[in-house]
């Protein structure tokens, strides 16, 4: 489920609650459209923060549902349209981001993590793809080299790092909802900020080609 919630300055709070670590269930996927789908139609509403229950952010697709066929709405649609969001998203990501939680954080229009915050793509060690857009977002953020880094060993990296290679924007030692609030607040209003073309790969010899 997702819960969502009023807060001060015309935003919306919008929490992930499926213990013990937020993953993306059917119904926490289902939870992110509706409650999305409901900020977006207030017009008393001009940014969103996401954010997880118990300070975990999120810990990827939900394992726990990997046995059975897959159902409800896909991750990929779901966070499509959160980047196509006309208000601003910002993630507050305490604990961990991991897999599609990650992917989820990438598809906001900003992070905010917690010093203590762990991020990664650990799909290959499932033997998956980051496979919910992050394959493509993470790139175009980071740049091609770090970012095959991080998908092909599926390392966690600190909020530290992450601030360093600039997959998030800011890290707190304080309440990440409250920055990421700050943040949704000071930019309510302007245009989402959306990521930089995809880079094209020259090859010698071949015409250039789009990764995506
Ligand atoms: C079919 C096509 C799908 C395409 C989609 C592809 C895109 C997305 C893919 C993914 O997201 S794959 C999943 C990626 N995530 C992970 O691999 C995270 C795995 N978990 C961990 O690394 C750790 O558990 C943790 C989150 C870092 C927490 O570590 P900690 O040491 O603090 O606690 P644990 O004892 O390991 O775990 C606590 C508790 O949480 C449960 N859990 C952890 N991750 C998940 C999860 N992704 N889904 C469901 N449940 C999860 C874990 O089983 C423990 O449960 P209990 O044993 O306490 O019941």
Known sequence: MARYTRIPGSLALITLTNPPVN?????????????????????????????????????????????????????????????????????AIEGVALGGGLELALACHYRIAHVKARLGLPEVTLGLLPAAGGTQRLPRLIGVPAALDLITTGRHVSAQEALKLGIVDRVTDGDAREVAAELARSVSGQASRTLPPLPVLRVAHLSPFRLN
Do not use: W
């Open 23 to 91: 993953a993306l269930s059917v119904a926490v996927r289902q939870g992110i459209i509706d409650t999305m789908s409901r900020a977006l139609s207030d017009p008393e509403v001009k940014g969103v923060v996401l954010c997880g229950e118990n300070r975990k952010f999120c810990g990827g697709a939900d394992i726990r549902e990997f046995a059975g066929p897959m159902k409800g709405p896909h991750l990929v649609p779901t966070f499509d349209s959160i980047e196509a969001a006309e208000k601003p998203v910002v993630a």
